[in-house]
């Protein structure tokens, strides 16, 4: 991890680990043993979650849950509600 | 419609991986019918899922000091150690439309011929959502699965004996994951339940996954070959496999 650099680890129900890091740059960057389909959604789904404040965890595991939504992507082994959570955890 | 056995190969991580992808290609554009193979991997190696850090889950030095190869799959899902003589991998590949869209539907289907061949050598297992196969709550069998093309590809390990010592020098399980439970107890193998020989569980995985299909066994086509080939320098790169 460079300096700078915040992050958040998270085991979500079913046993899915996810982190998550934020960079000075503000990208949001997502790693773990989680599935998404397809695997190539998580770049714009990077470059959204970097676009939220992740103050309200509600309000941004809703969006999430929309952006999933349109986008058409499946998670699984991690929730909006965890990434909301996480998000605001490394906004600290 | 009649699938494809492919006979059963050791190869390295790389070239495995892209055998999986050249098949998933040919399946995609109608050039090869669906096919499943059993496999096994040599030197060991390490596979990381595609959304995992590889320094992060793995000893990379442990790894070059020990000669195992890292490989960064095209599938989700966590590290796994393929030892050449601990364990079985298997992989399914056909038309995305004979499973359905359900993702976890086809997860438990395809899963299900692994708790099928483990009856077959007498050990009772279910099913674990999202994507694993357990024995009294330890995991026996994972799988990981990516739709790409209209293909679906799914792939997993069932592991044979259990050689702790030497995957814990080489993954670095999560503290957070391994949380709530010990590290050396999370995992078993068909060894602890049955005196099942090599051949004879690769006879019972042939039965529980072919038995109810029409099949033929055959080998790659050299077109399969040649692309794998192709495909295998991906898998062989640094940066491919340290991306994240």
Same mark, same amino acid.
């Given at each position: 991890?460079?300096?700078?650099?915040?992050? =958040?680890?998270?085991?979500?129900?079913?046993?899915?680990?996810v982190?998550?890091?934020?960079?000075?740059?503000? $990208?949001?960057?997502?790693?773990?043993?989680?599935?998404l389909?397809?695997?190539e959604?998580l =770049?714009?789904?990077?470059?959204?979650l970097?676009?939220?404040?992740?103050?309200?965890? $509600? =309000?941004?595991?809703? =969006?999430?849950?929309?952006?999933?939504?349109?986008?058409?992507?499946?998670?699984?082994?991690?929730?909006?509600v965890?990434?909301?959570?996480?998000?605001?955890?490394?906004?600290k | 419609?009649?699938?494809? +056995?492919?006979?059963?190969?050791?190869?390295? %991580?790389?070239? *495995?991986?892209?055998?999986?992808? &050249?098949?998933?290609?040919?399946?995609?554009?109608?050039?090869?019918?669906? #096919?499943?193979?059993?496999y096994?991997? /040599?030197p060991a190696?390490? @596979?990381?899922?595609?959304?995992?850090?590889?320094?992060?889950?793995?000893?990379?030095?442990?790894?070059?000091?020990?000669?195992?190869?890292?490989?960064?799959?095209? #599938?989700? %899902?966590?590290?796994?150690?393929?030892?050449?003589?601990?364990?079985? @991998?298997y992989?399914?590949?056909? !038309?995305?439309?004979?499973?359905? *869209?359900?993702?976890? /539907?086809?997860?438990?289907?395809?899963?299900?011929?692994?708790i099928d061949? +483990?009856?077959?050598?007498g050990?009772? &297992?279910?099913?674990? !959502?999202?994507?694993?196969?357990?024995?009294?709550?330890?995991?026996?069998?994972?799988?990981?699965? #990516?739709?790409?093309?209209?293909?679906?590809?799914?792939?997993? @390990?069932?592991?044979?004996?259990?050689?702790?010592?030497?995957?814990?020098?080489?993954?670095? !399980?999560?503290?957070?994951?391994?949380?709530?439970?010990?590290?050396?107890?999370?995992?078993?193998s068909?060894?602890?339940?049955?005196? /099942?020989?090599?051949?004879?569980? +690769?006879?019972?995985?042939?039965?529980?996954? +072919?038995?109810?299909?029409?099949?033929?066994?055959?080998?790659? @086509?050299?077109?399969?070959?040649e692309?794998?080939?192709?495909?295998?320098?991906?898998?062989?790169?640094?940066?491919?496999?340290?991306?994240?």
């Open positions: 991890m460079g300096p700078g650099v915040r992050e =958040a680890e998270r085991k979500v129900p079913g046993g899915k680990l982190q998550m890091s934020i960079g000075d740059d503000g $990208a949001v960057r997502l790693t773990g043993d989680f599935f389909h397809p695997e959604a =770049a714009g789904l990077e470059s959204f970097s676009s939220l404040n992740g103050k309200d965890h $509600a =309000a941004t595991a809703a =969006a999430i849950e929309t952006y999933a939504e349109r986008s058409g992507m499946m998670m699984i082994g991690v929730r909006p965890d990434l909301a959570e996480l998000l605001a955890e490394v906004r | 419609m009649k699938w494809r +056995l492919l006979p059963m190969v050791q190869e390295r %991580g790389a070239m *495995n991986m892209a055998m999986d992808e &050249a098949v998933a290609e040919a399946v995609g554009r109608g050039a090869a019918p669906p #096919t499943i193979r059993f096994t991997w /040599s190696a390490v @596979t990381i899922g595609c959304f995992q850090s590889a320094e992060r889950e793995v000893d990379v030095e442990a790894c070059v000091r020990l000669g195992v190869d890292i490989v960064r799959r095209r #599938t989700g %899902g966590g590290a796994v150690y393929h030892d050449p003589e601990g364990e079985v @991998t992989s399914l590949i056909a !038309p995305e439309h004979l499973y359905g *869209n359900d993702i976890p /539907s086809s997860y438990r289907e395809v899963c299900g011929h692994i061949a +483990l009856h077959i050598l050990i009772e &297992a279910e099913f674990r !959502p999202v994507n694993d196969v357990v024995v009294r709550g330890k995991k026996i069998s994972g799988s990981a699965q #990516t739709r790409r093309g209209g293909v679906l590809l799914q792939h997993g @390990t069932l592991l044979l004996s259990l050689d702790a010592p030497v995957m814990f020098s080489l993954l670095r !399980p999560s503290r957070v994951k391994l949380s709530d439970r010990d590290p050396l107890d999370v995992l078993t068909v060894s602890a339940w049955s005196d /099942s020989r090599r051949e004879e569980v +690769l006879e019972a995985l042939r039965e529980s996954f +072919l038995s109810s299909r029409s099949w033929v066994e055959s080998p790659l @086509t050299p077109e399969e070959m692309r794998a080939r192709e495909l295998a320098a991906r898998y062989d790169d640094h940066e491919w496999t340290f991306e994240r």
